[in-house]
């Protein structure tokens, strides 16, 4: 530990350093001092190593801070300071590569980082397709979320070889492209000067091994048409056309390459009182005449159930009560907040009238209170809805 230099000086920052900054720091690090970029440069390769070991306990909180403490010591795992990282083989500071470059970044494809390798320094093999689905959910499922139970086609693993492609065991042998290790090197000239890059190899896929005699059922694919039931748990506040991703549930890869993903695409069922606008909801409600004239209590339909609601003497047509909070949650869930649900007032006209509807009508024309007199309280439908939504 004599001989260890500070993990702060090793990628150059202060010891108030964020993880922002640790992150910038070791990515700059582990550019410059690549194994690829620099192929068969000792000193540079234990730099690499060293500004691995140095960003893996810092960007841990909990050794960091006992490093901090205690230096060395506390992190070394033969004085109970736990895992140390003395022992990260070249895979292990590979699988960091996900976490600082992305599994998408240009510098895992390039470098042949984490995104292309598995745990045991081969490329996983071919990636199987994506599946895509279509769930019907009815608007109270999209207002409580709801686990659905679907069964997928797809295509599995073969029970005959286990995926790999083969007959039996001996119809396998190492790949002569790369000698079983899954990828070949090639050097090339850059700007910078001769890059040397690794890449899955074109004979055996990045699996190291090559198939000499096809399994009989799946005829060397490693996969036969199948089926799974799954669980799929959908969130509260889902819409129309939403996509939800579950990875690693799509069809396996050939030969035993990793699975694609299961999409899901989101369909709304029409609901039979209500509709959907955004996070609120909207209904309809029909009343005759003299209702709003004398007033009523009417029952209206929500997601909850039925609830009554009180119709004041006098109320006009198109006006909208609220019932707060009986709409829908934000599918991302801010602070527990739902819509409304929004009751829009329509007054019903009869179509047809008998003798004693129009005897009636016709005298109650020609009462006082029945004359239109509009006055400054009485807004326009445009006003109302105008400052309704404001």
Not at 303 to 312: N, S, T
């Amino acid at each position: 530990m004599a001989n260890k230099r500070d993990y702060y000086e090793v990628l150059g920052v202060p010891k108030s350093a964020d993880d922002a900054a640790l992150k910038k720091a070791y990515r700059s690090l582990a550019m410059q001092h690549h194994p690829d970029k620099n192929p068969g440069d000792k000193a540079s390769e234990e730099k690499f190593k060293e500004g691995a070991e140095a960003y893996e306990v810092l960007s841990d909180a909990d050794k960091r801070a006992r490093y901090d403490r205690y230096g060395h010591a506390g992190v070394d795992p033969n004085m109970g300071g736990g895992r140390g990282p003395g022992g990260m083989s070249m895979d292990d500071i590979f699988s960091q590569f996900g976490d600082v470059f992305g599994d998408d970044s240009p510098f895992n494809s390039f470098f042949g980082g984490a995104g292309g390798r598995s745990s045991g320094g081969r490329a996983s093999g071919q990636r199987g397709g994506n599946l895509r689905i279509k769930v019907s959910l009815s608007l109270e499922e999209i207002a409580n979320g709801v686990t659905k139970k679907i069964k997928v086609r797809k295509q599995t693993t073969c029970d005959e070889c286990h995926g790999s492609g083969a007959k039996d065991s001996s119809s396998v042998k190492t790949c002569g492209t790369c000698n079983g290790g899954g990828y070949v090197r090639q050097v090339r000239n850059t700007f910078l000067g001769q890059m040397a890059t690794t890449t899955p190899c074109p004979t055996c896929g990045g699996r190291g091994q090559v198939v000499t005699s096809n399994c009989t059922k799946c005829r060397g694919a490693g996969t036969v048409d199948g089926e799974e039931t799954l669980d799929i748990d959908i969130p509260a506040g889902v819409e129309e056309g939403m996509q939800l991703q579950m990875r690693g549930r799509g069809n396996i890869g050939p030969q035993g390459g990793p699975a694609g993903d299961l999409l899901i695409t989101i369909e709304e069922k029409p609901h039979e009182h209500l509709q959907r606008d955004g996070q609120n909801i909207i209904y309809e409600l029909f009343v005759n005449f003299a209702d709003v004239g004398l007033g009523t209590s009417e029952e209206v339909p929500t997601l909850d159930g039925k609830v009554k609601i009180k119709i004041p003497a006098g109320t006009p047509a198109g006006k909208i009560f609220r019932l707060k909070d009986k709409g829908l949650p934000s599918v991302q869930g801010y602070r527990g907040e739902r819509g409304d649900q929004l009751i829009y007032v329509n007054v019903w006209t009869p179509k047809k009238l008998n003798d004693e509807e129009r005897r009636l009508l016709e005298k109650m024309r020609e009462m006082p209170n029945f004359k239109p007199q509009p006055g400054k309280s009485d807004r326009t439908f445009f006003e109302k809805m105008r400052d309704f939504f404001k």
